[in-house]
């Protein structure tokens, strides 16, 4: 009798303690979230400040950075536009942005900007791609004297 009561209690202190091992052994894990990239961008038109000279008032500036949005560091991060440069960003740590795929110009027209980024770790991928652009649709404006009201 006292040797099975022996056996059961190792037993039982056996599977308490790798029970209690895989517990401490998981929280880590589940504290950490896996590294995440997004994209961020956008096409802006921006007018100078009052007494610039009119050649230097307006100015395009189109970019695109990556930002780690995970809790734990992306190593191998690229950054594409598409049709333009490529960016290596080598290792992104959790909420730290990219530099830039930029470019400024004078005067203010229609453009875009599109491009997408990936790390050497797999992760969620919609919303490693973008698109900005600064055309909007704009319809004439009715004519009141026009027979036809347009």
């Known amino acids: 009798m006292n040797k099975k009561l022996t056996r059961g209690l190792a037993a039982v202190v056996s599977a308490c303690a790798i029970g209690a091992g895989t517990v401490v052994a998981a929280a880590p894990a589940q504290a950490d979230t ?3 990239l997004a994209l961020l961008g956008g096409v802006d ?3 100078g400040k009052p007494g610039v000279p ?8 189109r970019w695109m950075v990556v930002k780690n949005v995970g809790g734990t560091t992306m190593p ?3 950054l594409q536009e598409i ?3 490529a960016l290596n960003i080598g290792d992104l740590k ?3 942005t990219s530099k830039a795929i930029e470019t400024t110009w004078f005067g203010c027209f229609p ?3 599109a491009g997408y980024t990936w790390g050497a770790n797999a992760e969620n991928l919609s919303n490693n791609y973008g698109f900005w652009w600064n055309v909007r649709k704009l319809d004439q404006p009715t004519n009141p004297n026009s027979p036809s009201g347009s």
Do not use: E, R
């Not at 009119?54 to 500036?61: C, G, N, V």
């Open 34 to 36: 896996p590294a995440d």
């Open 94 to 96: 959790p909420g730290q």
């Open 45 to 47: 038109c921006n007018f």
């Open 54 to 61: 009119w050649k230097d008032a307006w100015s395009m500036h």
């Open 76 to 78: 191998g991060v690229t």
């Open 83 to 85: 049709n333009g440069p």
């Open 111 to 113: 453009t875009s900007i």
